[in-house]
């Protein structure tokens, strides 16, 4: 089955800096790749997501970029807020039953 | 979140106790998702149903059971709990567009933490 590996596990940045969280995943039939942001004792929000017909996706401050031949996918928040602080995942999937989610990084923005 | 609701918040079990841990969506929905949080672990998903009366093993099954009795509701049940399930759950349904599409991505329940002494 699907695995996929999530980098780093921890990340501090000052205020108005890039963060950047990096996912590798193993089936290269996976063609859809979530982003979720967890914030501390609420529930995972879908943030971001991007298919692999796409390289890049962005949306305001947050963008997520895929590199299929390297089995790869990476977030990147620029201009980071406090309120950006939380634990983000990633995931891959085929389709909705087989989703499979990365272990997490603790995004931490100091003011 | 309008969609989907969990029951309980929290729970504390003994050791061996059973319980069942109740999801309801109002989205029409035909699948529904049971996932675990643990620390360091991300989410890993315990059981799925595709549609009414089927469900369907996910990573970590073992100690679980599941119910799918009718299209809205999707209920997770601990026969004999151990300190091994001490966890965050939830449920979860798939996201739906604005067009009204499925998008493959999920939204999830607010969660049952549940701590098994």
């Known amino acids: 089955g699907e695995n996929v590996e999530q980098h780093p596990s921890t990340l501090s940045v000052q205020e108005g800096d890039s963060a950047v969280i990096k996912c590798t995943y193993s089936?290269?039939?996976?063609?859809?790749f979530p982003w979720y942001k967890q914030e501390l004792g609420k529930r995972p929000q879908l943030i971001i997501d991007i298919r692999s017909n796409v390289g890049e996706k962005k949306d305001q401050r947050i963008a997520v970029t895929l590199n299929k031949t390297a089995k790869h996918f990476s977030l990147h928040i620029t201009e980071t807020q406090p309120e950006d602080s939380a634990v983000y995942f990633c995931?891959?999937?085929?389709?909705?039953?087989?989703?499979?989610f990365g272990a997490g990084t603790r995004l931490t923005v100091k003011p | 979140n309008a969609g989907v609701t969990q029951t309980p918040k929290f729970q504390v079990l003994k050791t061996g106790q059973s319980m069942t841990l109740q999801c309801a969506q109002d989205?029409?929905?035909?699948?529904m998702y049971w996932y675990r949080q643990d620390p360091g672990m991300g989410l890993r998903l315990i059981y799925y149903s595709a549609s009414e009366g089927t469900t369907d093993k996910g990573e970590v099954p073992n100690g679980y059971n599941v119910s799918r009795l009718n299209k809205r509701e999707f209920s997770l049940r601990l026969e004999s709990a151990a300190p091994s399930q001490t966890s965050v759950y939830f449920c979860?349904?798939?996201?739906?567009?604005?067009?009204?599409?499925?998008?493959?991505?999920?939204?999830f329940g607010s969660g049952t933490r549940l701590t098994v002494v």
């Open positions: 989205m029409n929905h035909n699948s």
């Open positions: 995931a891959a999937s085929q389709g909705n039953n087989d989703m499979r």
């Open positions: 979860a349904i798939p996201l739906t567009s604005g067009t009204g599409l499925l998008n493959y991505g999920y939204t």
């Open positions: 089936d290269s039939a996976s063609n859809y």
